[in-house]
């Protein structure tokens, strides 16, 4: 039960709220919370009058105590997270909103807040990658700024600045590329057309390419070369997509026997072992990735790989269990 003084000093907070005096009910919801911390209202009428008063980061200190008093309050996420989209912190701001909605799925202010933040966050996105590209073409990186612009297309098409930037920059790189194309050698061709049909979705015929481009330059002598390692990988890519797991682990041995410490062949091998039951050869590519230095494995390669040995040191134990019994 509610303690009754706590909330007789919520009741006049209550009243200086509706009278605009936003200083004066604060001071009565913090006495309240002084007496039970465990009420969420007293956080949440706080967090709105901070809200009022355009103090977000004292908003986003009462919205985490009102989600800390009750997870299962969900205007608490939805406080929390208004003070987060006003501190432009974006990312919080979703996080928060899906905490919000697991506890609540069809709330609508939740889900009409998390569209309207999507969409910002979309925005400001699409907005760096075009400052990037005017950067790099600056700096005369047409394929780099071409490439962001590519990006900022994928996620706003139609976008009239990414289009205007776009019919300064494609031209260039259209002619930068057909000149480059004129200058490989028959084998580059081979992965140059693999890399187009993979774009294509069309893994089959990709593997055909990279198959020929592996084969010439293995008649070449020129099997631990930087392509043919290109071609190994990417072939190994079309194979997952297929789930040819035999031809994943093959293709990313070939990788590994010469760049032992390519992290996407690890995670891919250990992918594709996983794939066919062979669970402590994968436990032992993720548990190599898991020991290389953070920064040259990534955050979400990094993430990834923890996840795997968890679901994989489960699976062994439970094999062992099997076995011994």
């Known amino acids: 039960m509610p303690n009754p003084q706590a909330e007789a000093i919520k009741a006049e907070g209550n009243g200086f709220f509706k009278a605009g005096k936003y200083a004066d009910a604060i001071a009565k919801y913090k006495e ?10 007293y956080w949440s009428n706080m967090a709105a009058c901070y809200e009022k008063l355009g103090e977000y980061e004292k908003m986003a200190d009462a919205g985490r105590s009102c989600v800390k008093a009750d997870r299962t309050f969900v205007k608490g ?6 003070a987060y989209k006003n501190l432009n912190q974006l990312s ?25 933040v999507t969409e910002l966050q979309r925005g400001e996105q699409v907005a760096a990658y075009c400052n990037k590209a005017d950067e790099l073409m600056q700096n005369g990186d047409i394929a780099g700024a071409m490439k962001q612009l590519d990006l900022a297309s994928r996620l706003d098409a139609g976008n009239s600045i990414v289009e205007k930037m ?61 392509l043919a390692l290109k071609a190994y990988a990417n072939r190994a890519a079309c194979y997952k997509q297929i789930s040819n797991f035999d031809g994943v682990i093959s293709d990313c041995t070939a990788v590994l026997e010469v760049d032992p ?28 990735v898991l020991m290389m230095p953070y920064n040259q494995v990534g955050k979400a390669n990094f993430d990834l790989c923890n996840m795997m ?13 099997m076995n011994s019994s």
């Open 77 to 82: 996420y939805f406080r929390l997270a208004v």
């Open 92 to 116: 919080e701001c979703i996080k928060t909103l899906e905490s919000g909605l697991a506890v609540q799925s069809s709330n609508p202010d939740l889900k009409r807040m998390k569209k309207e």
């Open 166 to 226: 776009m019919g300064k920059v494609k031209p260039k790189w259209e002619a930068m590329e057909k000149k480059r194309k004129a200058n490989l050698s028959p084998v580059e061709v081979f992965k140059e057309r693999g890399d187009a049909s993979y774009k294509n979705a069309s893994f089959e015929e990709a593997i055909g390419h990279y198959t020929q481009c592996v084969e010439q330059l293995q008649n070449e002598g020129k099997s631990g070369s930087d």
């Open 261 to 288: 410490e390519n992290v996407k062949a690890l995670i891919r091998r250990a992918q594709a072992f996983e794939g066919v039951e062979r669970y402590r050869f994968a436990l032992q590519d993720v548990k190599t």
């Open 309 to 321: 040995q968890h679901r994989l040191q489960r699976t062994v134990s439970q094999l062992k269990k």
């Open 32 to 41: 309240a919370t002084s007496i039970d911390d465990k009420v969420p209202s």
